[in-house]
């Protein structure tokens, strides 16, 4: 196994010295996107046995601690995925395959957005809407949930997007395209109208 | 009126283009004259725009959580022990 840089000018922290320098850090961060403590620190866990594993191909290019928090954020991702893939939303969306099917045949709204009552600060301060949130990214196609993740949570650009997840371009913008209307149509569905649940005005 | 400018699929496939890349200007201009005449895709725009502004809090909060949490000291000492166990790495 190759677990050194093979580039000679790459001075990076060697990773005896990771849980040290950074395991404070990649703990906190993964503690606040999934709230259990166990649970983040097997994500540190893992996410440094991943960068062990993929440490030869890291050039130095972003800061070590940049590098280790992006394998992080994938394994968040893939544990929300899995997370909420146990515990499945309302069934209303079952014959949504597509977000195609949110409009007729000449491109008018089939599914009309609904008004929203809210403002970004009492939403983001409610732990269930965080939750819906997450529970609806999970249940719309991958690809699209990652790479709305990486657009709206990390704030990548979609050049950077269509990299990571080996796309062309127009495929970025499409597929975000849809998770955006899948998204919407879901927290509509699960959190705006849904009972019992509506925010308070 | 061109075609584009009256389909709502399209149009809400140019707001989202429009969150990730700067849109020519006559898409620009199509998508503000639809807005004026479409409440739906009015909505949808404020919404994905709503998502956007709860997420970047949401991220700010992720990093202001990481920078004050401690990793407990038996994961610590477990995490180090397993990193030790698969790696083989020269001395330096």
Not at chain 1, 88 to 106: H, I, R, T, Y
Not at chain 2, 4 to 27: A, E, G
């Amino acid at each position: 196994m190759h677990s050194t840089p093979s580039n000679p000018q790459v001075a990076a922290d060697p990773p005896e010295t990771w849980v040290a320098r950074y395991g404070d850090y990649l703990y906190g961060y993964a503690l606040a996107r999934v709230r259990n403590p166990s649970a983040a620190e097997d994500l540190v866990q893992e996410t440094l046995l991943a960068a062990l594993k993929a440490f030869a191909n890291f050039r130095g290019r972003s800061a070590l601690k940049t590098w280790l928090t992006g394998i992080l954020k994938h394994k968040i991702i893939d544990h929300l995925r899995r997370k909420y893939r146990e515990e499945p939303l309302q069934d209303v969306d079952a014959g949504l395959a597509q977000a195609q099917e949110m409009f007729d045949k000449k491109g008018a709204w089939l599914l009309k957005p609904g008004r929203w009552r809210a403002d970004p600060q009492h939403l983001f301060e409610q732990k269930e809407f965080m939750e819906t949130l997450f529970a609806c990214l999970a249940d719309i196609p991958e690809r699209g949930a990652k790479a709305f993740i990486m657009r709206e949570i990390d704030g990548l650009d979609t050049r950077e997007i269509c990299k990571l997840l080996d796309i062309s371009a127009t495929n970025s913008w499409v597929i975000l395209h849809r998770a955006r209307l899948l998204l919407r149509r879901c927290l509509e569905v699960n959190w705006f109208s849904a009972n019992g649940k509506r925010p308070q005005p | 009126m061109r075609h584009w400018i009256i389909n709502c699929r399209k149009i809400s496939r140019m707001v989202s283009d429009s969150l990730d890349r700067k849109l020519p200007f006559h898409q620009r201009v199509g998508i503000r004259i639809h807005l004026l005449m479409c409440r739906y895709c009015a909505r949808n725009r404020r919404q994905q725009l709503l998502l956007r502004k709860v997420l970047r809090r949401y991220e700010q909060h992720c990093v202001r959580h990481a920078e004050s949490a401690l990793l407990p000291e038996d994961a610590r000492s477990r995490i180090q022990a397993e990193l030790m166990r698969h790696c083989h790495f020269p001395k330096p």
